[in-house]
């Protein structure tokens, strides 16, 4: 038998699922696993989005939509960028609704991207961004970040890895899995950067809602250098609860958006009819929900940060958005994140991700959802916290 395309000998599959996958398999075996490792919201979608999805399928709204979305969404999301983020854009031809925001990523890079072609990626960074790189043959090239400055994205280091290779720099915050979102001098320096070397931005604003301690939010896209080279990738997954009904969109330059329309066209069509009634529910219907999640995040971030800074080797700064902490656990004596990992889950049962999955930048910590309860964010303190003292007998 023929192998197959040489390009998936670059891409490994994805961490975050395998620790799922592990830690329903020591379930399945009767263990108690208390999972920290993923990142998923542990709340329902809201009634109202709920009800109005339903009522859809109902009323036979069930068939294909234009392939850019259907028209309400696509107004409702522009009216959203332009309120939220200071970004204007025409709904009828700078915005599409995908199935997902993972999808609107992959189909922003494979709009942007030719093989070859290099993609600046800050690390710390979300798993999947180099494996998209690698499926349509370009080249992700690590901006590693360092941990005790904060994890800041300068100038300097952009311009560092910049080749005449390169073409895309891509951005991700609040980001996963520091925690850390951009500040206005950081956004400033990622649009400066990407103007004057003539690059394209693609800006990964899955958790813009989910903030904290005054934190705001900045898109690259608000600002006068990066408004006409960003695209603007969103959805609905973490700040609706929305996981499961992949829902997403992109905003952006038109020519830009036209070709990724091809792409969208010629793959996965459109994103769900009903799907995208739920999503337009979401934007125009009441937001309360959003803030009541976003402040059970910070109760327990607060919980978690407290509670690891208080194990012996551990320090943790406090997160500024998304629902992920990311301790620095150098002190604890592990040769690496993933050998920490490895011991936590064998000997306290409480999986966490080594933060070397996460590119350079990321070894020397792990990182732990708090998308859940706080009795299992104590628990798994606790567990943490007899570990290390007994290692250190």
Same mark, same amino acid.
């Given at each position: ?30 263990? #108690? ?28 709204? /069930?068939?294909? @939509? ?28 700078? +915005? ?5 925001? #993972? ?6 890079? @494979? ?20 494996? =998209? ?29 910049? /080749?005449?290779? /390169? ?22 320096? +990622? ?26 939010? +900045? ?40 070709? =990724? ?70 002190? @604890? ?61």
């Amino acid at each position: 038998m023929r192998s197959v395309a040489r390009r998936f000998g670059r891409i490994e599959k994805s961490a975050t699922f395998a620790v799922l996958e592990l830690v329903q398999s020591l379930r399945a075996q009767g263990v #108690k696993v208390l999972d920290l490792g993923g990142g998923e919201p542990d709340f329902d979608t809201p009634a109202h989005i709920t009800a109005e999805g339903a009522g859809a399928l109902a009323g036979g709204f /069930t068939h294909y @939509t234009a392939s850019r979305g259907i028209p309400e969404l696509l107004t409702a999301i522009s009216r959203k960028l332009a309120e939220d983020n200071g970004v204007s854009v025409d709904p009828a031809t700078e +915005v599409i609704v995908t199935p997902s925001a #993972k999808n609107a990523l992959f189909t922003a890079l @494979t709009t942007l991207l030719d093989p070859g072609d290099e993609l600046l990626v800050p690390t710390p960074g979300w798993v999947s961004y180099h494996s =998209m790189a690698h499926l349509i043959g370009a080249v992700p090239v690590d901006v590693p970040l360092d941990g005790d400055d904060g994890f800041r994205i300068t100038r300097e280091l952009l311009e560092s890895r910049i /080749t005449d290779r /390169t073409k895309v720099i891509l951005v991700n915050t609040p980001n996963n899995p520091t925690g850390r979102a951009l500040d206005a001098a950081e956004a400033e320096a +990622v649009a400066a950067v990407a103007d004057e070397h003539d690059l394209f931005v693609v800006s990964d604003e899955i958790y813009e809602k989910i903030v904290y301690g005054g934190t705001k939010h +900045v898109s690259p896209a608000s600002l006068p250098a990066g408004a006409g080279r960003t695209l603007l990738v969103n959805g609905f997954s973490k700040a609706y609860a929305m996981t499961g009904w992949r829902l997403g969109y992109v905003a952006g330059p038109a020519p830009v958006i036209s070709e =990724m329309l091809k792409v969208q066209q010629h793959s996965v069509g459109c994103a769900g009819s009903f799907v995208q009634r739920g999503g337009l529910a979401a934007l125009t219907g009441p937001q309360d929900a959003v803030q009541e999640m976003t402040d059970e995040y910070a109760a327990r971030m607060e919980l978690i940060v407290a509670g690891l800074d208080s194990l012996p080797g551990v320090s943790c700064p406090r997160p500024e958005g998304a629902f992920y902490a990311f301790p620095d656990i150098r002190g @604890t004596g592990f040769a690496s994140s993933a050998e920490f990992a490895t011991w936590l889950l064998s000997e306290a049962g409480v999986a966490v991700m080594p933060g070397s999955a996460f590119g350079p930048g990321g070894e020397g910590h792990i990182r732990l959802s708090f998308a859940t309860s706080r009795e299992v964010i104590t628990e798994a303190i606790d567990r943490m916290a007899t570990a290390l003292h007994q290692r250190r007998r």
